[in-house]
């Protein structure tokens, strides 16, 4: 009986809370620089929010640290459902690369909703004699750490999918990182590193000038903009899968009430024809699932990335 009681109790607070939320400001901390892919969906979510609900929606960028400084901050904040964060694929790399991680990605956070995915390109220099994934991975076992990847950063998500490359396939193709993927892209251009892993809106331009060739996509199906171009799985590597992702999650322990909400109304948000339109135009592929689902896929994506990460070879 006093359990029943509990029971109702718990579930009369929830519903109270849930009424009359939201009532106050809200926050959205994005762990990276302003003028980013993760701050332009940051910004997008929370004009449309405040739009919506009548309260304002400040955008508090606190970049650095591969987004450890701003998502251990998230993760840290009061699960009341008036601080959120935008996650992105560096929260499930961080773990195979950092020892304490301040935060835990699976355990700190109540997933809302994946909002959007941005598939990485594989381009290389046309110097390079491989036409597809079969052809490179046979260079590569020819010439044994000889090519070269260039990436924005150790630890980025450009680097990770040249080591799962390297995995998956059994190759080795020499890692070089660069101060930001728009660096390494000049390397590529330049011939100083044989292919990059990239977003298809800063490469784009280049494969359609010729000045770089397209052998391959990372994500699932192919990509709309260039359909001639196969898939890594397609090409002879079945479940590879790399890019960007970005998603909404709020701190550990904020009432299921909230979390419905946001879901319910931030996927109403990726659903709006304007929302579409700009995430068309920075080639992002809208996903907008359940908690549920971007709890399993966060758990997925970091068990992935912490192996990748754990099994880099130390230069």
């Known amino acids: 009986m006093r359990f029943c009681i509990a029971v109702m109790l718990a579930f009369s607070t929830a519903l109270a809370i849930a009424q009359n939320y939201p009532n106050k400001s809200l926050r959205i901390i994005v762990p990276n620089t302003p003028g980013g892919q993760t701050d332009l969906l940051g910004r997008m979510v929370g004009q449309k929010l405040a739009e919506k609900w009548g309260q304002s929606v400040i955008v508090d960028n606190r970049g650095g640290a591969n987004t450890i400084i701003g998502m251990t901050l998230a993760a840290k904040a009061a699960p009341d459902g008036y601080t959120l964060a935008v996650a992105s694929t560096s929260m499930a790399i961080n773990p195979g690369l950092v020892r304490d991680l301040p935060y835990d990605g699976v355990k700190d956070f109540s997933p809302i909703t994946n909002l959007a995915n941005i598939p990485f390109l594989l381009v290389v220099h ?64 330049s011939g100083q590193v044989d292919m990059v892993f990239a977003g298809p809106l800063i490469v784009l331009p280049h494969v359609s000038a010729g000045r770089l060739r397209a052998i391959a996509v990372g994500s699932s199906v192919r990509f709309p903009a260039m359909p001639a171009v196969p898939t890594v799985a397609e090409s002879g590597l079945p479940g590879y899968e790399s890019g960007i992702w970005f998603g909404i999650v709020a701190p550990a322990g904020t009432p299921v009430s909230i979390v419905a909400l946001l879901n319910k109304e931030i996927v109403n948000i990726l659903a709006q024809p304007d929302v579409k339109q700009r995430m068309e135009a920075i080639n992002a592929t809208i996903i907008g699932d359940t908690p549920e689902q971007f709890a399993n896929f966060i758990r997925s994506e970091t068990s992935k990335w912490t192996k990748i990460a754990k099994n880099i070879p130390k230069e």
Request: charged fraction near 15%.
């Open 126 to 189: 046309p110097s390079v004699p491989a036409k597809s994934i079969k052809e490179l991975i046979a260079l590569a076992k020819a010439r044994p750490a000889q090519l070269t990847f260039g990436s924005g950063d150790n630890g980025s998500p450009s680097h990770l999918s040249g080591e799962l490359l390297n995995s998956m396939a059994g190759i080795k193709i020499v890692h070089v990182p660069y101060k930001g993927l728009g660096q390494s892209l000049i390397g590529l251009l």
